[in-house]
Structure formats: structure tokens, C-alpha cells
């Protein structure tokens, strides 16, 4: 009995060291990921700044206005293609009407 008592308590302990070491290389890779994605992001973060700043600005406007500017015309643009595909549709949805009315008198 106490011969696997001690085997029980060998095996615990055999179990904790590679829980711990394993949270220990987990922690590690993750942290060294994290360390990279935050390097590339600002990175591609400065570049764009930087983009925008040199070529897309106006007149006193700051790379951040500019790009809130920008974001802010692609909506418009989104919202006026979406009403002209609506128009477009309700058009042609009345055209097919009139050609099945049209088929109906005769």
C-alpha cells in the first residue's frame, strides 16, 4: 500500500513538473508572438501614416483626419452605389411588369 502511495505521489509530482513546463514554453511562445504582432502592426501602422500623410492629406489636415476623411467618402460612395443597385433593380423589376402585363392583353 504504501509503495503505491509513493508511486502516486511520484507520478503527481512528475505530472506538475510537465504542467509547469509546458505553461512555462506556452508563455513564452505566445509572448514571443505577441512581441512580433505588435512590432508588425505598428510598423504597417507608421508606413500607412506615412503614406497617407505624404500623399492623401489636404491642406493642414493630419494623417488621422485624412484617413477619417477618406473613410468617410468610401461610405458615401458604398451608399450611393447601394441606391443606384436599388434603382436599377426596381427598374428593371418594373420593366418585367409591364412586359407580363403587356403579354396579358393580348
Known sequence: MKNKEKQTKAL???E???VTGYRKIEDGVVG???KIERGVVGGFTRMVDGFVDRFLTKAGESAEEAKTRMAQEQQ???E???ARIAQSQATTHAYV???RNAGKQE
Open 97 to 99: 411588369e409591364r412586359s
Open 80 to 82: 450611393a452605389a447601394k
Open 16 to 18: 506538475q513538473g510537465v
Open 32 to 34: 514571443g508572438y505577441k
Open 76 to 78: 458615401e460612395r458604398e
Open 12 to 14: 503527481d509530482a512528475i
